[in-house]
């Protein structure tokens, strides 16, 4: 099993939702920004507290083609097996 040490899942942070560990920044906003051009690079300059690893982490599984609620149930710890590209919110290509 992978450790995503770059994403966090807590109830009491963003409801929730993935986040970037040791921020407030919503995993979600990452994929909207590329999903409408925004370079890493640009994504960066917009969020200083997220580190180019961090991102770079999350690029790697937007590439993978994972939507958002499957990175909340790998960092959960997920029972089930989870495939990449099925589920409600995808990513740019």
């Not at 051009?37 to 599984?61: N, W």
């Not at 990175?71 to 919110?89: F, N, T, Y």
Request: hydrophobic content about 40%; charged content about 25%.
């Amino acid at each position: 099993m992978r450790n995503f040490n770059s994403i966090t899942v807590h109830p009491e942070i963003q409801d929730g939702a993935p986040v970037f560990s040791g921020t407030r920044v919503r995993i979600e906003t990452f994929y909207d920004f590329l999903r409408i051009g925004v370079s890493v690079s640009e994504f960066l300059d917009e969020f200083p507290s997220i580190t180019r690893d961090q991102a770079l982490e999350v690029y790697d599984l937007v590439n993978q083609k994972y939507t958002v609620d499957q990175i909340k149930s790998l960092v959960a710890g997920p029972q089930q097996r989870i495939e990449p590209g099925m589920g409600r919110v995808q990513a740019a290509a």
